[in-house]
Every structure is written in structure tokens, then in C-alpha cells.
């Protein structure tokens, strides 16, 4: 049986290459969105990381959800700036620097033009200040001393074509005002694809804030071989309950968090478009598997007279499916490392600067690809192994290779209570106005049941439909016609299927055209 399994396998190349293609496309999506999904974790981690200060005091009513988002609505929180003095002495603590730093401002340049980062992510406004974990640093010209001078991040100025010495305008939250161009900072780690706009300290503080004694946030250098918890702990009890004071890990996980959230989005959205991919898959792999075990029904039937039972019959099918998917898993694998690689490119090309970490392929995403690989085969293929192990041994020796086609009743059942189900989600989407998240649930489960409800309702739509518009194909093209007509009704669930792989797959086109 195994012999004549791989027999069998290798006899039908041109068929299963085609069913490996859509498993090693299902695959490489999904090994290429969790690639990209780590690699992308994995930078902005070790950027957040490297460039925490040790310990960072910020106005504690900044973390509420009153004032979340005050940088991109409003004025962000303050703190007063003799808080630096207040810290700056405690034991351990190397330096005390006060920090400013606002979202969302405009720059543009002489003739009016944006001067941004190209990734579409906000401007940042911050006072420079060295440090011993400085996020940037100058990399053309000097550091901005004094009101009338900036320093523009190396993406917006190479984008903009933004040198030393030009004049620029920056809209603050306090107004316009004109600025040159004395210096070029570049990232020392990853670029975020985010702007930024270096001021002096007292510039920035009345240009960004509208005061001239106050910081955003509270940055402390530890000394060598001090724990930076330590100092936190000696500056929350030096400050009392009025600020937050968080340690390098904590603003680092912080941070990282915040970037997970967004990633999550990218992640699941990427994920979307893999089961769709897995989905048609499927359908391509069951109808390569229908068709295989329809033209080797004398060879079943002969294995059968020979002393194979039908659970032989059923491995000797999955065998094949599994052959078929662990190859589909490899090349699938290796297309994901690629695809993942492409994007990461695209992104770079975007402002945002995914090159300081290589790829990251964790445990889970070969164990991932190959179980979507070779559990999307073997599931696709257990209904044709059934039927294969359903081929009576005398069928060797009729003339008649198939017996009549089994009815589509309770596909039908099925479908119409799906389509039912459908139906009712939608309808109460659209008159749901309570809530936005419980209809866009209801929207969901409403798109889910019909798309699926078609998708059961396919064979009896084929044989209905298609033997309607079938009916101008025998005037059109003759005998050729006629016979594609028939042979289209003759198996209306095989039919079936493949419009519905076709169905998914314009569907999301569509769904993608439209948002």
C-alpha cells in the first residue's frame, strides 16, 4: 500500500503541484506575518530599551484615561521644573535632566511644503540635552543653543531635501514660528518613522509648552553599579504621590506595550488574509483529492479485491495528502522568510527602519507553518479518502466507474439555516445604533454565516445556476459547449467548490477595493 501510495503520488505531479502552490502560499502568509509580527516587536524593544533613561518621572495624572491622548488633543501634562532640583541630589543619581516632548507639530519649509517624516507617523517636538542613553544624536551641523534653531531628524530632512542652514516654520501648539536649520539628528537605534524637531531647552519649553518652568517628563542617569529600582524608590518618596517614577524595564515594557497594541492590528489583519489563503487552499486541495480518487476508482476497487481494507485505503490517500503537505510546509516556510524579508524592505523604503535586528524566527513559526501545511491537507483530503475507502471491490470490474452523486439535502438544510443566521446578523448590524463594538460583532458573524452559507450552498446553486447560463454555451460553441455544460452539472459539489475558492477569493478583493 505505501508503494503504491508514492506510486500514485508521483503519477500525478501536474495536479499536486498545483495543491502544493496553495499550500505553500497559505503557509508562507502565515510564517510571513509572524515573522514580520516578531521582527518588528523584537526592534522596537530593543530601541526602547537601549534608550530609557534609568529612571523617568512623569505628572502621574498623565496615565489617566482623562488625558491619554493630551499630546495629539491638547497640551500634554506638566510638572514643575524645580522638581529637577529636588531629585538631582538624591544618593546614586548621576544627573537630572528635565524633558520636554510634544506630538503632532507641523514643519514646513520656505514655500509651504510639508517637511515630515514619509511613513505618515506624527512630528515630535523635544529639547536636546546630552545624555548617557540619548536617544539620537547629531549627526550634521550642532546642537540647537539657542531661540531660533532647530535640529530636524535625517529621514524628513533627506526626504525634503532640507539642509544645514535653511529656513524652515514650525507650528507649535503655542503658534508659528520661524526656525533654521542647525544641525541633523540621526536615530542610534531603530528609526520609528517617526519626525522630530530638536530645541534648545528654554526654547523648547516656550515654544512647545507656553511656559517657561515647566518639563514633561523627569529623566535621572544612575551611577555606575547603582540598581536604577533603588533610585526610583528614593524618588518616589523624595516626590510623594503627585508623579509616576518608573525604572528603564518598566518604561521600556511600557512603551513596548503601547507598540504591541498597534502591531496586534497589522498582525491580525495580515493573519485575515492568510485564512483566507488557507481557506481557498483547502478548497483547491479537496477538489484535486475528488478528482484523483474519481479517476482511480478501478484502482481502488482492484486494491480492494486484493485484500486491502478500507482503512488502508483511507492512509493510502492521506499519505499522499501528507506528502503533499510537508512539502507544501517547506517551500511555504522558506516563501514566508522571503515574503517577510520583502516587507520589511517596503517598510524600510516607508521611513521606518526595521534594519538594526535581523529576522526573527521564533520556535512557534515553524511549528505554525507546518501545522497549517499539513493539517490543511490531511483535513482537506479526508473526505476524498472516505469516499475512497467506500469503493466496493467488485467496482473494479464494472463498467460504471462512480455511482449516482449522493443528495444535497442536508447541505441545503444547512446552508439555508447559515444563510438564515446571516441574514439576521446583518439586519441587526445595520438597525443596532446602541453600541459600535456589538454590531460590528453582529456585522461580523452576519458576513462569517452568508459568505459560509454560500459556500454550503454551492453544489445546488451550480447545478441550478450554471445549468441555466450553461444554456447559451451549446449555440455558442457546439459540441465543445455542450459538453462543458454537462460536465459542470454532471459533479455540481466539485463545481461547487472551485466557484467557491473563486468566491472567497473576490470577495476579499472587493472587501479591500472598498476600504
Do not use: C
Request: no cysteine; proline share 6%.
Amino acid at each position: 500500500m505505501l508503494k503504491a501510495s508514492l506510486r500514485s503520488f508521483l503519477a500525478h505531479k501536474g495536479r499536486l503541484a498545483l495543491s502544493g502552490l496553495a499550500v505553500a502560499l497559505s503557509v508562507a502568509f502565515v510564517a510571513g506575518t509572524l515573522i514580520l509580527s516578531d521582527t518588528i516587536d523584537a526592534t522596537f524593544t530593543a530601541l526602547f530599551t537601549s534608550t530609557a533613561a534609568d529612571v523617568t518621572i512623569t505628572p502621574r495624572q498623565a496615565f489617566t484615561p482623562e488625558v491619554e491622548d493630551a499630546g495629539l488633543a491638547g497640551p500634554p501634562a506638566t510638572l514643575p521644573a524645580a522638581t529637577v532640583a529636588r531629585v538631582s541630589g538624591l544618593p546614586g543619581i548621576a544627573a537630572a535632566h528635565g524633558q520636554v516632548s510634544v506630538q503632532n507639530l507641523t514643519v514646513v519649509d520656505a514655500h509651504d511644503l510639508p517637511v515630515g517624516p514619509t511613513s505618515g507617523a506624527p512630528t515630535l517636538g523635544q529639547n536636546f540635552y546630552p545624555s548617557t542613553h540619548p536617544a539620537f544624536r547629531i549627526a550634521e551641523g550642532r546642537a540647537p543653543a539657542a531661540a531660533g534653531e532647530i535640529a530636524l531628524d535625517q529621514t524628513s530632512a533627506a526626504h525634503a531635501g532640507v539642509q544645514v542652514g535653511d529656513p524652515l516654520r514650525v507650528l507649535t501648539p503655542t503658534g508659528s514660528t520661524p526656525e533654521r536649520v542647525v544641525g541633523v539628528a540621526a536615530f542610534t537605534a531603530a528609526n520609528p518613522g517617526v519626525g522630530l524637531v530638536l530645541f534648545d531647552t528654554p526654547t523648547a519649553q516656550t515654544v512647545l509648552l507656553g511656559k517657561p518652568d515647566v518639563f514633561t517628563a523627569i529623566t535621572l542617569d544612575a551611577q555606575p553599579g547603582v540598581d536604577d529600582a533603588a533610585v526610583a524608590r528614593q524618588a518616589a518618596i523624595a516626590l510623594g504621590n503627585g508623579f509616576a517614577v518608573s525604572t528603564k524595564a518598566d518604561q521600556a515594557a511600557s512603551s513596548a506595550a503601547q507598540i504591541s497594541s498597534f502591531l496586534d492590528v497589522i498582525t491580525y489583519a495580515l493573519l485575515g488574509f492568510a485564512a483566507v489563503a488557507v481557506l481557498v487552499g483547502m478548497f483547491l486541495i479537496l477538489n484535486t483529492f475528488s478528482m484523483l480518487v474519481a479517476a482511480r476508482t478501478r484502482e481502488l476497487g482492484l486494491l480492494r479485491a486484493l485484500g486491502a481494507d478500507r482503512a488502508q485505503v483511507v492512509r493510502s490517500v492521506l499519505a499522499e495528502a501528507l506528502l503533499l503537505g510537508i512539502g507544501g510546509s517547506v517551500v511555504g516556510l522558506a516563501g514566508g522568510v522571503g515574503l517577510a524579508a520583502l516587507i520589511t524592505t517596503l517598510i524600510g523604503q516607508a521611513g521606518v527602519d526595521l534594519s538594526a535586528t535581523s529576522l526573527v524566527i521564533s520556535p512557534l513559526t515553524p511549528v505554525a507553518a507546518f501545522v497549517v501545511g499539513i493539517g490543511v491537507t490531511l483535513a482537506a483530503a479526508w473526505f476524498p479518502a472516505r469516499r475512497a475507502a467506500r469503493v466496493a471491490p467488485m467496482q473494479a470490474l464494472r463498467e460504471a466507474a462512480t455511482g449516482p452523486s449522493p443528495s444535497l439535502r442536508r447541505r441545503a438544510i444547512g446552508g439555508l439555516a447559515l444563510a438564515a443566521v446571516g441574514a439576521a446578523a446583518l439586519i441587526s448590524a445595520a438597525a443596532w445604533h446602541d453600541t459600535l463594538t456589538t454590531a460590528a460583532a453582529a456585522l461580523g458573524v452576519g458576513i462569517v454565516a452568508t459568505l459560509l452559507a454560500a459556500v454550503v450552498l454551492g453544489p445546488i446553486l451550480a447545478r441550478t445556476v450554471v445549468g441555466g447560463l450553461g444554456a447559451v454555451f451549446p449555440p455558442m460553441f457546439g459540441a465543445i459547449g455542450h459538453l462543458s455544460r454537462r460536465n459542470a452539472v454532471r459533479n455540481p459539489r466539485r463545481t461547487g467548490a472551485t466557484a467557491g475558492a473563486l468566491m472567497i477569493g473576490l470577495a476579499m478583493v472587493g472587501a479591500a477595493s472598498v476600504l
